[in-house]
């Protein structure tokens, strides 16, 4: 599963749109259970956070650019959720069990 986004971004806020796209990316694999896709795109998805980081010590975002990081960040962290409830259903299991009953 490619993410045919762009391979080098030039302002900041498109580092941030590249790892968002790879994150969806990665969402999806999870569905399908694709664990080489998954982990491929994991792989890529680390790689652009660290140029990420990078580009961000000597860029800043504009003003106006600020809010789409925002709502990209929401996203990428709603991606985050669902992979962990596809990879690690344990996790699930034990929210479950570790949950306050009525009587807490």
């Known amino acids: 599963m490619a993410t045919g986004g762009p391979a080098a971004p ?3 806020i ?6 968002a796209t790879i994150s969806r990316a990665m969402r999806a694999a999870a569905c399908e259970g694709d664990a080489a896709g ?8 680390r790689d652009r956070i660290a140029s990420l980081q990078s580009a961000a010590r000597s860029q800043s975002l504009a003003y ?7 709502e ?5 962290l709603e991606d985050d959720a669902e992979i962990r409830r596809r990879v690690e259903p344990s996790l699930a299991r034990l929210e479950q069990w570790l949950a306050p009953g009525p009587s807490n």
């Open 14 to 19: 498109e580092y941030y749109e590249t790892v």
């Open 64 to 70: 106006a650019e600020r809010g789409r990081r925002m």
């Open 38 to 45: 998954f982990e491929r795109l994991a792989d890529e998805c």
């Open 10 to 12: 030039g302002r900041l």
């Open 72 to 76: 990209l960040l929401r996203s990428i």
